[in-house]
């Protein structure tokens, strides 16, 4: 089925540990972009890319790094894992950063827990 | 800048009454407002959106919203409640005017429907 696919859905990682959270959309969806989701915060946008080759920070990017080689993949990185860090990351993407028609369409999530 | 509330963390309801999720927001020029919905260890899926047009709108499940300029606000409404509508909701506004284009989401209402 055509969508956003994250994995892995489930991670611990002791602090100071690295990882990389996959995100990938088969949508040819230029727009794509990384929020966690805390209790009490709602969405926060982490970073975002607008096409391949072109990422840009969001609101929360320390600690975080992504790269876009590809429309199709936007993996975010975390360098040196931290319990502050503990979320649910969701990877989202629309046709681009101004498409208003369907919204974006949202990953199923990461849930990382860092001890 | 652009910022939303949404001044309930929860809202409980029975089965069969109407329901009403609340979101105000703010914005320097015109709003482009959505409402996506999140259930239990799934992504948030867009239910629906105020371009321009109708103050009332029609989204996904029988849910609508209706938007009121002069109060800047955009609640989530449905006339008869499911317990399969619980779940968390989350509203979202972005300056039509441009910008980033990047919307700012709520903190989320957690909504609960009782048998």
């Known amino acids: 089925n055509a969508g956003v696919t994250q994995t892995p859905k489930f991670q611990v990682l002791k602090t100071g540990q690295s990882m990389t959270l996959q995100c990938a959309q088969d949508?040819?969806?230029?727009?794509m972009s990384w929020y966690r989701q805390d209790p009490g915060m709602g969405l926060r946008l982490i970073h975002y890319?607008?096409?391949?080759?072109?990422?840009d920070q969001g609101e929360v990017p320390n600690g975080y790094n992504v790269s876009r080689s590809t429309t199709e993949d936007f993996p975010l990185r975390l360098l040196s894992a931290a319990p502050s860090q503990t979320s649910v990351y969701f990877c989202?993407?629309?046709?681009?950063?101004?498409?208003?028609?369907?919204?974006?369409?949202f990953g199923s999530g990461t849930r990382l827990t860092v001890v | 800048a652009q910022s939303v509330a949404q001044p309930e963390d929860q809202v409980n309801v029975a089965e069969g009454n109407p329901l009403t999720v609340k979101c105000t927001y703010s914005?320097?020029?015109?709003?482009?407002l959505f409402w996506y919905v999140q259930y239990p260890n799934r992504g948030l899926q867009f239910l629906l959106k105020?371009?321009?047009?109708?103050?009332l709108v029609k989204g996904s499940y029988g849910f609508e919203a209706e938007f009121n300029k002069s109060q800047t606000s955009f609640h989530l409404k449905k006339p008869s409640a499911l317990v399969s509508d619980s779940a968390l909701y989350f509203c979202?506004?972005?300056?039509?005017?441009?910008?980033?284009?990047?919307?700012?989401f709520g903190r989320g209402t957690s909504l609960i429907v009782h048998p």
């Open positions: 914005v320097s020029g015109n709003p482009y």
């Open positions: 105020y371009i321009t047009g109708d103050n």
């Open positions: 949508m040819n969806h230029e727009y």
């Open positions: 890319s607008v096409g391949a080759g072109i990422t």
């Open positions: 979202a506004v972005r300056d039509a005017t441009g910008g980033s284009y990047i919307p700012t």
């Open positions: 989202a993407s629309s046709y681009s950063r101004a498409t208003t028609s369907n919204g974006y369409t």
